[in-house]
């Protein structure tokens, strides 16, 4: 079942590799299906030597329905999520350096740029610790996501989501961008720039028109 829309995460998954955003087997992605379950990548698999059938398929609640690998630590935390994100059809989980180790010294990645609000809608919470493989990882990702398409978790790694994967790796791939510049702006000790929340406003709305 749903054998192109395994396809398609294998895919996003070596684009996580290609931008960055993961090395060898950490983080994980998964995806909502129309009938309201879950594919998630498997437990501790490089992208690279996946094939479709190495991805699961579970309930909502974690069982597994078809697939022979473990399923991802996180699974458990994934499903939290979805349960209680209803807007939301796919999640990436990555440990990608940049904003996750600014999330080691501040409550939130500002918005400085117009392509952190056009693909993350604002600035981002980095939510306080919680242990990864637990339901706990999922209730931090809820209560401190907001209505932003990413949060970070402190200590961890990033939650990237949207009504797609394509959405998501956006958010997850200019939110990495957003920490490098925020990295290289903040070691010139000058002050920076914020945007102001009218300014976000228009950036989010530019971007709903944009694409082909």
């Known amino acids: ?20 955003l993961i090395a060898l087997s950490g983080g994980n992605i998964s995806l909502r ?4 379950n879950i594919l998630v990548t498997p437990s501790g698999m490089i992208y690279d030597e996946m094939v479709p059938s190495d991805i699961l398929l579970v309930d909502i609640t974690g069982n597994i329905l078809e697939g022979e690998r ?16 209803k807007n939301v059809n796919s999640i990436i989980h990555t440990h990608q ?32 610790y919680s242990s990864a493989a637990s339901v706990d990882m999922g209730k931090a990702v809820v209560e401190n996501i907001g209505n932003k398409l990413a949060v970070v978790l402190r200590n961890h790694g990033v939650i990237a989501v949207g009504k797609s ?3 998501a ?30 300014q976000i406003d228009v950036a989010v709305e530019v971007f709903n028109h944009y694409g082909q």
């Open 165 to 167: 994967l394509h959405e």
């Open 33 to 36: 299906t129309k009938d309201g």
């Open 1 to 20: 079942m749903y054998e192109e829309e395994k396809k398609q995460i294998l895919d996003y998954g070596k684009k996580l590799d290609k931008y960055g």
């Open 169 to 198: 790796l956006y958010s997850a791939v200019y939110l990495e961008e957003g920490a490098k510049t925020l990295f290289v702006a903040k070691s010139t000790g000058s002050d920076l720039h914020k945007l102001s929340q009218e």
């Open 97 to 128: 350096p940049f904003a996750t180790g600014i999330g080691l010294v501040t409550d939130e990645i500002p918005c400085y740029l117009t392509t952190l609000a056009n693909t993350v809608k604002g600035s981002v919470n980095v939510a306080p």
């Open 70 to 85: 473990k399923p991802s630590v996180d699974t458990i935390a994934l499903c939290y999520i979805y349960q209680h994100l």
